[in-house]
Each structure stands twice: as structure tokens, then as C-alpha cells.
């Protein structure tokens, strides 16, 4: 999964630390979302989503695709 937080943020003008408190997480947390080490649970994707006014689809982008097993 890859993601466009860093690009949202820094649109912001935001450091890592400032997102982090924004979002009550640490700026260690934010720099793993941003480098694609850490996927955020649900709960912390939708308050990212929100904070950002985006949906979740558009903040975390899904490549992933089904193997064709026929």
C-alpha cells in the first residue's frame, strides 16, 4: 500500500512533528506511514483522512491486485 501523506502534509506546511500531535501519535510513527514501514490501523487512517479532508481511498492507495488463479 502506498500512501500520500507526506505530499498532504508538506502542502500543509507541516513538520512530522506537528502532524503527529495533530494526530496524538509520535513523529516516529508519521515517518513510518510516510516511508511505507508501517501501514496506520484503521482508526489512525480515518483521523489522517479526516484531518486532511480526503477520503481514506485517496490518502492510502491499494495496489494490490488478486491473483488470477484459473
Known sequence: MRNTVRERREQKGWSQGELARRLGVSRQTI????????????????????????????????????????
Not at 35 to 61: C, E, G, N, W
Open 31 to 70: 515517518n513510518a506511514v510516510e516511508t511505507d514501514k508501517y501501514d496506520p490501523s484503521l482508526p489512525l487512517a480515518l483521523r489522517m483522512a479526516r484531518l486532511f479532508d480526503v477520503p481514506v481511498p485517496q490518502l492510502f492507495i491499494d495496489d494490490w491486485q488478486p491473483e488470477d488463479v484459473t
